[in-house]
Nanobody
Framework: QVQLVESGGGLVQTGGSLRLSCAAS????????VGWFRQAPTKEREFVAA???????YYVDSVKGRFTSSRDNAKNTVYLQMNSLKPEDTAVYYC?????????????????WGRGTQVTVSS
């Protein structure tokens, strides 16, 4: 079992930055791919970014160039640095994990989930 806890959300103005953290416990995290998803009110949960066990990253087009994911395996933590935030980035952000080096854009393919952290970007 892997337990995930997100932190770092908050309220920022358009153009601001936040860094989300996803801290893992329960198992060695280094062998897991970690994904970031978000869900806005009345919308489905959508894939945002992922980082695999080799620290190779993938981003959806809407956040490319603005969001960066990284990982610190010694701290069992994955980060999502979010810059140039826009009101449409407002959502609850979740991290998810699955063993191995592959990731999926489909939230049902991920095994472990945190409870989420709210990100609100004001215009």
């Amino acid at each position: 079992q892997v337990q995930l806890v997100e932190s770092g959300g908050g309220l920022v103005q358009t153009g601001g930055s936040l860094r989300l953290s996803c801290a893992a416990s329960g198992r060695t995290f280094s062998g897991y791919a970690v994904g970031w998803f978000r869900q806005a009110p009345t919308k489905e949960r959508e894939f945002v970014a992922a980082i695999n066990r080799y620290a190779i990253t993938y981003y959806v087009d809407s956040v490319k160039g603005r969001f960066t994911s990284s990982r610190d395996n010694a701290k069992n933590t994955v980060y999502l640095q979010m810059n140039s935030l826009k009101p449409e980035d407002t959502a609850v952000y979740y991290c998810a994990a699955r063993p191995g080096s592959t990731y999926s854009l489909t939230y049902r393919d991920w095994d472990y989930w945190g409870r989420g952290t709210q990100v609100t970007v004001s215009s």
